[in-house]
């Protein structure tokens, strides 16, 4: 009997050399879509027992641990992310710790893309398909925020100043990657007064 095989949305692409900053996939990664009360100290106990750190209840905040992270999403709702060869593991000692509790937590990790964009013009670039004002205060390092880009839903991950994760639905990865590949070409950048 055949195995499974997974292939990422963009495994046949490579960022082309013209661009003014740094593109690729990153495929490797585990998600786990983890909904509860944040008000229920049994649940947030327990999501605690397993990942080792609170979840963050600041709206568009993410917290992280090693090579676990929990990005905020809603006041009921965190991505967990994780290396993909943990998810099967985490999820099971997630849904044990949280056996007798109002909650959820399902494997998502074939449902999104995530293209991670490093750069000096990083801000610039993903300006060019949202109405974000990228460049404010608001969006610091450890920042997720969901948003419209290039008119499909997107989430919005600040990994550091110049480092961003833009996850889109997997039909969508193709769509992403074109028109980021346009608007970060070389030639095409847009300097900002602010910076």
Not at 7 to 15: D, G, W
Not at 58 to 84: E, F, M, N, V, Y
Not at 119 to 147: C, F, H, N, P, Q
């Amino acid at each position: 009997m055949l195995e499974p095989q997974f292939e990422s949305a963009l495994a046949h692409r490579a960022a082309p050399d013209t661009l003014s900053i740094s593109m690729r996939e990153i495929s490797e990664r585990g998600m786990i879509d983890l909904r509860g009360l944040a008000t229920d100290k049994k649940f947030m106990s327990a999501v605690k027992s397993v990942l080792g750190f609170d979840l963050p209840k600041a709206p568009r905040a993410s917290t992280s641990w090693g090579d676990l992270k929990a990005l905020w999403l809603s006041p009921d709702q965190w991505l967990i992310l994780c290396t993909r060869s943990k998810t099967n593991s985490l999820l099971a000692e997630l849904n044990a710790a949280l056996a007798k509790i109002h909650s959820l937590a399902v494997d998502v990790s074939d449902m999104r893309a995530i293209i991670r964009l490093e750069g000096e013009s990083v801000r610039e670039t993903l300006m060019k398909g949202s109405s974000l004002d990228l460049i404010s205060d608001d969006y610091k390092a450890g920042t997720v925020r969901r948003m419209r880009f290039a008119e499909i839903a997107a989430l919005l991950h600040v990994v550091e100043e110049n480092v961003i994760d833009i996850y889109v639905f997997r039909s969508y990865a193709e769509y992403t990657w074109a028109f980021l590949t346009k608007a970060a070409r070389k030639g095409a950048e847009v300097k900002l007064f602010k910076r």
